[in-house]
Protein backbone atom coordinates (compact mmCIF):
# COMPACT_ATOMS: atom_id res chain seq x y z
CA UNK A 1 0.00 0.00 0.00
CA UNK A 2 1.39 3.60 -1.05
CA UNK A 3 2.76 5.77 1.72
CA UNK A 4 0.51 8.64 1.71
CA UNK A 5 1.19 12.16 2.60
CA UNK A 6 -0.97 15.11 2.67
CA UNK A 7 -0.35 18.36 0.93
CA UNK A 8 0.30 21.01 3.08
CA UNK A 9 -0.74 24.71 2.49
CA UNK A 10 1.64 26.62 5.23
CA UNK A 11 1.02 30.07 6.31
CA UNK A 12 3.04 31.54 9.44
CA UNK A 13 2.59 34.80 11.16
CA UNK A 14 4.68 36.72 13.66
CA UNK A 15 4.27 40.45 14.46
CA UNK A 16 5.20 42.08 11.04
CA UNK A 17 6.22 39.15 9.01
CA UNK A 18 4.27 35.64 7.47
CA UNK A 19 5.15 33.37 4.79
CA UNK A 20 3.52 30.69 2.89
CA UNK A 21 4.61 27.83 1.17
CA UNK A 22 3.26 24.16 -0.26
CA UNK A 23 4.96 21.16 1.71
CA UNK A 24 4.80 17.40 0.40
CA UNK A 25 4.17 18.11 -3.11
CA UNK A 26 5.28 16.06 -6.31
CA UNK A 27 7.93 14.38 -4.32
CA UNK A 28 8.74 17.84 -3.08
CA UNK A 29 10.29 19.14 0.25
CA UNK A 30 8.65 18.97 3.51
CA UNK A 31 8.32 21.34 6.49
CA UNK A 32 11.75 19.88 8.04
CA UNK A 33 13.44 20.34 4.99
CA UNK A 34 13.13 23.82 5.47
CA UNK A 35 13.44 23.87 9.11
CA UNK A 36 15.38 20.85 10.23
CA UNK A 37 15.07 21.55 14.19
CA UNK A 38 12.66 23.92 16.04
CA UNK A 39 13.56 26.96 17.68
CA UNK A 40 14.25 27.30 21.43
CA UNK A 41 11.17 27.99 23.05
CA UNK A 42 12.11 31.85 24.52
CA UNK A 43 12.96 32.99 20.48
CA UNK A 44 9.08 31.20 19.78
CA UNK A 45 6.44 33.04 21.61
CA UNK A 46 2.55 32.84 21.11
CA UNK A 47 1.35 35.20 19.10
CA UNK A 48 -0.32 36.48 23.02
CA UNK A 49 3.29 37.27 24.27
CA UNK A 50 4.87 38.27 20.80
CA UNK A 51 2.11 39.85 18.82
CA UNK A 52 0.86 40.37 15.16
CA UNK A 53 -0.75 43.38 13.14
CA UNK A 54 -4.42 42.69 13.00
CA UNK A 55 -4.72 42.38 9.02
CA UNK A 56 -1.28 40.15 8.18
CA UNK A 57 -3.17 36.85 8.94
CA UNK A 58 -6.33 38.09 6.47
CA UNK A 59 -3.07 38.51 3.70
CA UNK A 60 -1.30 35.33 4.29
CA UNK A 61 -4.82 33.44 4.60
CA UNK A 62 -5.80 35.19 1.06
CA UNK A 63 -1.88 33.81 -0.49
CA UNK A 64 -2.82 30.03 1.23
CA UNK A 65 -6.34 30.23 -0.19
CA UNK A 66 -5.33 31.10 -4.11
CA UNK A 67 -2.50 27.91 -3.14
CA UNK A 68 -5.01 25.91 -2.18
CA UNK A 69 -7.50 26.40 -5.31
CA UNK A 70 -4.53 26.16 -7.81
CA UNK A 71 -3.26 22.75 -6.46
CA UNK A 72 -7.26 21.34 -6.43
CA UNK A 73 -7.71 22.83 -10.29
CA UNK A 74 -4.18 21.94 -11.34
CA UNK A 75 -3.22 24.74 -12.77
CA UNK A 76 -0.23 27.24 -12.21
CA UNK A 77 3.27 27.14 -10.84
CA UNK A 78 2.55 26.67 -6.94
CA UNK A 79 5.15 28.20 -3.76
CA UNK A 80 6.69 23.97 -3.48
CA UNK A 81 10.11 24.60 -2.90
CA UNK A 82 9.87 28.10 -2.36
CA UNK A 83 8.99 29.88 0.73
CA UNK A 84 7.03 33.42 0.11
CA UNK A 85 8.01 35.73 2.62
CA UNK A 86 5.81 38.94 3.27
CA UNK A 87 6.83 41.87 5.46
CA UNK A 88 3.95 44.14 6.04
CA UNK A 89 6.16 47.07 7.44
CA UNK A 90 7.71 47.62 4.24
CA UNK A 91 5.18 45.67 2.11
CA UNK A 92 8.13 43.86 0.34
CA UNK A 93 7.33 40.32 -1.02
CA UNK A 94 10.65 38.28 -1.10
CA UNK A 95 10.83 34.40 -2.26
CA UNK A 96 13.86 31.87 -0.33
CA UNK A 97 14.15 28.67 -2.72
CA UNK A 98 14.64 25.41 -0.35
CA UNK A 99 14.93 21.71 -2.21
CA UNK A 100 14.41 18.34 -0.43
CA UNK A 101 17.19 17.14 1.85
CA UNK A 102 18.33 13.48 1.24
CA UNK A 103 18.69 13.49 5.29
CA UNK A 104 15.08 14.95 6.04
CA UNK A 105 14.32 13.10 9.11
CA UNK A 106 10.82 13.45 7.91
CA UNK A 107 10.53 12.82 4.23
CA UNK A 108 14.10 10.86 3.61
CA UNK A 109 13.24 7.43 2.49
CA UNK A 110 15.16 6.23 5.42
CA UNK A 111 13.87 8.60 8.09
CA UNK A 112 12.28 7.26 11.18
CA UNK A 113 8.88 8.51 13.02
CA UNK A 114 9.90 9.67 16.51
CA UNK A 115 7.91 11.76 19.28
CA UNK A 116 8.56 15.49 19.49
CA UNK A 117 11.05 16.26 21.99
CA UNK A 118 9.86 18.44 24.87
CA UNK A 119 11.67 21.96 23.07
CA UNK A 120 9.59 21.11 19.83
CA UNK A 121 6.37 20.60 22.52
CA UNK A 122 6.86 23.79 24.10
CA UNK A 123 7.56 25.41 21.01
CA UNK A 124 4.34 24.50 19.51
CA UNK A 125 2.36 25.20 22.22
CA UNK A 126 0.14 28.17 22.69
CA UNK A 127 -0.25 27.71 25.97
CA UNK A 128 1.13 30.67 28.46
CA UNK A 129 3.56 29.40 30.79
CA UNK A 130 3.20 30.00 34.34
CA UNK A 131 4.93 33.59 35.85
CA UNK A 132 8.78 33.57 36.23
CA UNK A 133 8.81 35.61 39.25
CA UNK A 134 7.19 35.84 42.32
CA UNK A 135 3.74 38.61 42.25
CA UNK A 136 5.75 41.31 44.04
CA UNK A 137 8.06 41.13 40.95
CA UNK A 138 4.94 43.11 38.88
CA UNK A 139 4.00 46.37 38.75
CA UNK A 140 0.65 47.14 37.66
CA UNK A 141 0.50 49.91 34.26
CA UNK A 142 -1.63 52.79 36.83
CA UNK A 143 0.66 51.75 39.58
CA UNK A 144 3.71 52.61 36.89
CA UNK A 145 2.08 55.62 35.65
CA UNK A 146 1.96 57.14 39.55
CA UNK A 147 5.29 56.63 39.11
CA UNK A 148 6.27 58.44 36.17
CA UNK A 149 4.16 61.07 36.84
CA UNK A 150 5.98 61.46 39.89
CA UNK A 151 9.29 60.88 38.81
CA UNK A 152 10.61 59.52 42.61
CA UNK A 153 13.96 58.05 42.68
CA UNK A 154 16.47 56.60 39.85
CA UNK A 155 13.77 54.99 37.52
CA UNK A 156 14.60 53.38 34.11
CA UNK A 157 11.65 52.31 31.63
CA UNK A 158 14.09 49.40 30.44
CA UNK A 159 11.88 47.99 26.95
CA UNK A 160 13.03 44.79 25.49
CA UNK A 161 10.96 44.23 22.43
CA UNK A 162 12.79 44.81 19.06
CA UNK A 163 13.11 48.25 17.27
CA UNK A 164 9.92 47.75 14.51
CA UNK A 165 7.59 47.10 17.75
CA UNK A 166 8.26 50.40 19.30
CA UNK A 167 7.77 52.14 15.78
CA UNK A 168 4.17 51.18 16.68
CA UNK A 169 4.05 51.93 20.31
CA UNK A 170 6.13 52.91 23.32
CA UNK A 171 6.53 54.87 26.20
CA UNK A 172 8.18 58.12 26.81
CA UNK A 173 12.07 58.46 27.64
CA UNK A 174 12.39 54.45 27.73
CA UNK A 175 15.75 53.05 27.40
CA UNK A 176 15.92 50.06 24.46
CA UNK A 177 17.54 47.16 24.49
CA UNK A 178 16.04 43.80 22.41
CA UNK A 179 16.22 40.84 24.29
CA UNK A 180 18.49 39.31 22.45
CA UNK A 181 21.24 41.60 22.98
CA UNK A 182 20.83 42.47 26.83
CA UNK A 183 23.48 39.69 28.24
CA UNK A 184 25.89 41.33 25.69
CA UNK A 185 25.43 44.73 27.17
CA UNK A 186 23.97 44.29 30.60
CA UNK A 187 27.11 46.81 31.69
CA UNK A 188 25.58 49.12 30.27
CA UNK A 189 22.84 49.71 33.20
CA UNK A 190 23.15 50.60 36.41
CA UNK A 191 22.43 48.33 39.17
CA UNK A 192 21.40 51.26 41.87
CA UNK A 193 18.62 52.02 39.52
CA UNK A 194 14.97 50.72 40.20
CA UNK A 195 14.71 49.24 36.48
CA UNK A 196 10.48 48.60 34.99
CA UNK A 197 11.03 46.14 32.34
CA UNK A 198 8.39 46.49 28.70
CA UNK A 199 7.56 44.18 26.17
CA UNK A 200 4.56 43.70 24.50
CA UNK A 201 2.58 40.94 27.06
CA UNK A 202 5.09 40.47 29.46
CA UNK A 203 6.90 37.01 28.72
CA UNK A 204 9.67 38.99 27.58
CA UNK A 205 9.84 41.05 30.07
CA UNK A 206 9.76 38.05 32.87
CA UNK A 207 12.88 36.63 31.09
CA UNK A 208 15.20 40.25 30.88
CA UNK A 209 13.81 41.19 34.61
CA UNK A 210 14.98 38.05 35.83
CA UNK A 211 18.08 38.27 34.08
CA UNK A 212 19.00 41.61 35.90
CA UNK A 213 17.91 40.17 38.96
CA UNK A 214 20.50 37.40 38.61
CA UNK A 215 23.10 39.71 37.85
CA UNK A 216 22.35 41.70 41.06
CA UNK A 217 20.11 44.41 40.39
CA UNK A 218 18.50 46.61 42.96
CA UNK A 219 15.17 46.22 41.82
CA UNK A 220 13.93 45.32 38.38
CA UNK A 221 9.93 44.88 38.13
CA UNK A 222 8.14 43.79 35.09
CA UNK A 223 5.20 45.63 33.58
CA UNK A 224 2.46 43.71 34.25
CA UNK A 225 0.22 42.84 30.84
CA UNK A 226 3.29 44.66 28.91
CA UNK A 227 1.86 47.16 26.36
CA UNK A 228 -1.07 45.58 25.73
CA UNK A 229 -2.12 46.01 29.16
CA UNK A 230 -0.87 49.35 29.32
CA UNK A 231 -2.95 51.11 26.08
CA UNK A 232 -5.70 49.56 27.87
CA UNK A 233 -5.42 51.08 31.05
CA UNK A 234 -3.80 53.71 30.77
CA UNK A 235 -3.52 55.17 26.83
CA UNK A 236 -6.51 53.68 24.83
CA UNK A 237 -5.82 56.53 22.02
CA UNK A 238 -2.54 54.64 21.72
CA UNK A 239 -2.02 52.70 18.66
CA UNK A 240 -1.26 48.71 19.59
CA UNK A 241 -0.63 45.86 17.15
Known amino acids: M ?3 VSRWV ?4 YRFEGQVSLFNHNDGPCYRCLYPSSPPAELSPSCSAGGVIGVLPGLVGLVQATEAIKLILGIGE ?6 LCINALSMKFNEVRF ?10 PDHSHRSPSEAEVACLSSTPTKSALPDDFYIDPMALKRLIDKREGELVLLDVRDANELEVCKLSDVLHIPLAQLESRIDELDRDKDHYVVCYAGARAER ?8 G ?3 AQVLKGGMKRWVR ?6 PIY
Open 2 to 4: PNF
Open 10 to 13: YGSV
Open 78 to 83: SLVGRL
Open 99 to 108: RRRPECPTCS
Open 208 to 215: AASALIAA
Open 217 to 219: FRN
Open 233 to 238: DVEPTM
